[in-house]
Each structure stands twice: as structure tokens, then as C-alpha cells.
């Protein structure tokens, strides 16, 4: 089985509007939280800026959080605004929930296929695995990557999931030989 992996090249941008431009794009640039402690509470938040005006924007990631709750080693990674810190909220489905905004992968990933592909016999078996949840189209994806049409796609392709919902869980896909 071939296996093919999609993983990011970059953060993703974050879809969020700006209330003082109208904009709805922002980043999180190099990567910056900022901690405050208030007695025995702490707020963290990470910081995004605006991409067209670069107003900041501070989104929760925790709030009044008693100081004990919170694993030294986390604490010490938002104050070191630890870039692996940084992603891992960013990418954190209920952080983007809480916060209202939704992720732009365009041009933030790549899909790493091997070259091996002629020397397999058809029909061909392939592994989709994600290093990270970019989500992708199955039929979009296949189509690209192997130069198809959709009619194609739709008579050469056995999916183990639906092809045209999109997903950043692994799937497997075999590839019936062509005429
Ligand atoms: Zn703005």
C-alpha cells in the first residue's frame, strides 16, 4: 500500500472578521500568547493580528483559570510563546469553536506522494494519512494528484469514506487501472 500524507507547510490563517476593517483574514504571525495573573486566576490568550490592517486581537485560550490547574510545563511553554504551544491551540478544534473563527489551509499544506507509483500493479491501493487535520475533499485530492477527471474519479476510485465530504481523518483509496 502507497502512502500518501498530508501535512502543513505553514500555520493556517485564521477566518475572522476585523471589526475595524471589515477584513477577515488574520495570523498569528511568529506566535505570541500573552499570560496575566491575577491573584491566584490566569488568563491566557493568543495574540492575532489583522492581515490587512494588523490590528491585534487577543482570543482565549484560558480564562481566570485557577493557577494550579495548569501544568508547569505549559505555563512555562506560553511564556516562551513555544511555537509547538502555538500550533496546537491554533489547530484545536475547540479553541476555533470558542473563539468563533474557522481555519484557512489555502496554501498552508502539501501532499507527499512517492514516486513508486509506476511500478505498482493495478489496481493500486493507497493510504491516506494526516500529520495534520488539513481538510481535504477525497475526490478533489485524487483528481489532483493523479491528473483524473471526475468521471474518471467517480469510475476508477473505491473510497472507504464518502469522496466528496471533506475530512482530515486517514482514509484508503484503490485506484482501478485505466483503459
Ligand atoms: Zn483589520
Known amino acids: 500500500m502507497l502512502p500518501?500524507?498530508?501535512?502543513?507547510?505553514?500555520?493556517?490563517?485564521?477566518?475572522?472578521?476585523?471589526?475595524d476593517c471589515g477584513s477577515e483574514s488574520a495570523?498569528?504571525?511568529?506566535?505570541?500568547?500573552r499570560v496575566n495573573a491575577n491573584g491566584k486566576l490566569l488568563h491566557v490568550w493568543l495574540l492575532v493580528r489583522c492581515v490587512s490592517c494588523n490590528r491585534t486581537r487577543k482570543l482565549a485560550v484560558h480564562e481566570r483559570a485557577p493557577v494550579t490547574s495548569l501544568d508547569p510545563a505549559e505555563l512555562a511553554g506560553y511564556h516562551a510563546n513555544d511555537p509547538e504551544l502555538v500550533a496546537s491551540r491554533?489547530?484545536?478544534p475547540l479553541f476555533a469553536r470558542r473563539n468563533r473563527f474557522t481555519l484557512d489551509w489555502k496554501g498552508a499544506w502539501r501532499l507527499d506522494t512517492p514516486s513508486?507509483?509506476?511500478?505498482?500493479?493495478?489496481?493500486?491501493?493507497?493510504e491516506v494519512v494526516f500529520?495534520?487535520?488539513?481538510?481535504?475533499r477525497p475526490d478533489r485530492l485524487i483528481a489532483h494528484r493523479l491528473g483524473l477527471s471526475r468521471n474518471e474519479v467517480l469510475r476508477r476510485i473505491t473510497c472507504d469514506i464518502p469522496l466528496r465530504r471533506p475530512t482530515s481523518a486517514g482514509f484508503t483509496i484503490t485506484v482501478m487501472a485505466g483503459d
Open 4 to 19: 500518501w500524507v498530508v501535512r502543513r507547510t505553514r500555520l493556517p490563517l485564521l477566518s475572522l472578521l476585523c471589526v
Open 27 to 33: 495570523t498569528t504571525g511568529e506566535g505570541r500568547f
Open 90 to 92: 491554533l489547530l484545536d
Open 116 to 126: 513508486a507509483w509506476l511500478d505498482e500493479a493495478w489496481p493500486v491501493k493507497v
Open 131 to 136: 500529520e495534520d487535520p488539513v481538510p481535504v
